[in-house]
T-cell receptor, first 109, second 114 residues
């Protein structure tokens, strides 16, 4: 099955800073999702983005399917952005969404 | 409101006991999933079901069992055979299979074995 690698594992920012999180896949995927896990454990859907670019407020994501990576951009970060960001993907022939180990983001006031 | 509910939020179990975690969805989704998350780790798939009365093992099914008698319900039983059951359990659903459909998650159940 596919391997999902996220970087960096940890990221500490001051409020207002911008950041880029990266997700690499070992093989091509048909489903690619980004999630934010809040301090209570809830996984919030950010983007469903197997290819292309999407934006939602201060967050945007770009997936380059041919290069097997995806980027999540957070602009003007706020303390409420803190938490763990996961990417996950699924490839043809499998019904499994495979998760990376996450990037833990801490935004300080 | 449409969504996925899990109960209980916290569960404590003595060693040797079986416990059942509830997962219900009113999104009319065909596919449902159970994941386990350990501290500082990503999610690992336990079981999944793409249709009523059918389910398949995921990567870490040993010591767990499921049923899918109704479209909206996918309960998970953690049996005494599961060697290290203390973890955070997340239920998810998608309209159909995961390949071309977005997956959504419930709020989770924290299980602690005493």
């Amino acid at each position: 099955g596919i391997q999902v690698e996220q970087s960096p594992p940890d990221l500490i920012l001051q409020e207002g800073a911008n950041s880029t999180l990266r997700c690499n896949f070992s093989d091509s995927v048909n489903n690619l999702q980004w999630f934010h896990q809040n301090p209570w454990g809830q996984l919030i859907n950010l983007f469903y983005i197997p290819s292309g670019t999407k934006q939602n407020g201060r967050l945007s994501a770009t997936t380059v399917a041919t290069e097997r990576y995806s980027l999540l951009y957070i602009s003007s970060s706020q303390t409420t952005d803190s938490g763990v960001y996961f990417c996950a993907g699924a490839q043809g022939g499998s019904e499994k969404l495979v998760f990376g180990k996450g990037t833990k983001l801490t935004v300080n006031p | 409101d449409g969504g996925i509910t899990q109960s209980p939020k916290y569960l404590f179990r003595k060693e040797g006991q079986n416990v059942t975690l509830s997962c219900e969805q009113n999104l009319n989704h065909d596919a449902m999933y159970w994941y386990r998350q350990d501290p500082g780790q990503g999610l690992r798939l336990i079981y999944y079901s793409q249709i009523v009365n059918d389910f398949q093992k995921g990567d870490i099914a040993e010591g767990y069992s499921v049923s899918r008698e109704k479209k909206e319900s996918f309960p998970l039983t953690v049996t005494s055979a599961q060697k290290n059951p203390t973890a955070f359990y997340l239920c998810a659903s998608s309209l159909a299979g995961v390949l071309y459909n977005e997956q959504f998650f419930g709020p989770g159940t924290r299980l602690t074995v005493l």
